[in-house]
């Protein structure tokens, strides 16, 4: 039997569900499993196969623990979904790789570029994709965005429209970083849903527009077949260490100006939309991972597909508080 641990599920409802649905047709005695810290409180969990409570990431039993359960439930594919997560396992692909067990993500360098702000930047701009200007802390023009150098979903990130707005501790924060704000009444967001496969090929390409977001996700947005899709294209086909699902975001103008923003490797949260869209990244992950076959390259997914999305209930009887 050939399981699926899908780590720090949290409100992964349709991720799981993907899972689900896509290993029951491919490997019917398969399961999906998830992780969370607090399962009782997931709705992620409630939906899964079996749901197992975990340490804390940062715990130094984290890896032990994660490699234990995945032996003994003879789990074959790990699919990380947490920014804090993936450097720690990229770092242990091999001693889970040794149990004969993947995990599903891109190798440690790309991760590292991809949490780093600074990093990020550089690796857009050496495929002459713009990004947006940091500024010198004593010589900046306002408006302008405050970024850690690493982070993810907009945490401690702050719009700065007046300079008494900028403390001491901005100033001299060397983790904080003055970026040049970029207007969202001139540029559209775009958050780009990749999927590489074994060896760092692109598989696909799906831009979705982001029209509303909350809590730093996707909440209303349309999938975008644009000049962005082709950019990626031209300067993306392969990625040295990229595996797996990977997300780009984007701005981009009325004039097809694009500027880059960051690059996760990992699931994005607005992923449902690209995968009812037609991109079974998870699918593909089962067929590469599982069953050892080539992807070919997919471009036959629905432009223009919005997603409006609401809150749903997931009630759990005799709970004991």
């Known amino acids: 039997m050939s399981n699926i641990l899908i780590t720090s599920a949290g409100r992964r409802v349709s991720l799981v569900r993907a899972f689900k649905k896509e290993l029951k047709q491919l490997i019917p005695n398969g399961k999906v499993y998830v ?176 029209i509303e977001v909350r809590g730093g996700e996707i909440s209303k947005g349309v999938t975008c077949n644009n000049r962005i899709k082709k950019i990626i294209e031209e300067n993306f086909k392969t990625i040295k260490g990229a595996r797996g699902c990977i997300t780009m975001q984007f701005f981009m103008n009325n004039d097809e100006d694009v500027i880059g923003i960051e690059i996760n490797a990992r699931f994005g949260g607005g992923f449902p939309l690209s995968y009812l869209a037609g991109g079974n990244y998870p699918k593909w992950i089962i067929q590469e991972y599982l069953l050892n076959e080539n992807i070919a390259y997919f471009d036959d997914w629905k432009t223009d597909l919005l997603m409006l999305r609401y809150d749903e209930e997931i009630l759990v009887e005799n709970y004991e508080n």
């Open 35 to 210: 992780t969370d810290f607090k399962p009782e409180l997931s709705a992620a969990s409630q939906i899964a196969d079996k749901e197992f409570r975990v340490y804390k990431i940062d715990d130094k039993n984290y890896i032990n623990i994660l490699l234990e359960l995945c032996v003994k439930n003879n789990i074959k594919l790990i699919i990380p979904t947490l920014d804090s997560e993936l450097l720690i396992l990229a770092q242990n692909i091999n001693k889970f790789k040794d149990s004969g067990i993947t995990i599903v993500i891109s190798d440690e360098h790309f991760v590292n570029t991809c949490y780093n702000k600074i990093a990020t930047q550089d690796f857009f701009e050496n495929s002459n994709i713009r990004v947006a200007l940091v500024y010198n802390k004593t010589n900046f023009k306002l408006p302008l965005f405050i970024k850690p150098i690493n982070g993810s979903n907009s945490i401690d990130t702050t719009i700065v429209k007046y300079e008494n707005q900028i403390s001491k501790f901005h100033i001299e924060n060397d983790e904080l970083f003055f970026f040049e704000y970029i207007d969202s009444d001139i540029y559209d967001e775009f958050t780009c849903d990749l999927y590489y496969d074994k060896r760092g090929q692109l598989k696909c390409v799906i831009p979705r527009k982001r």
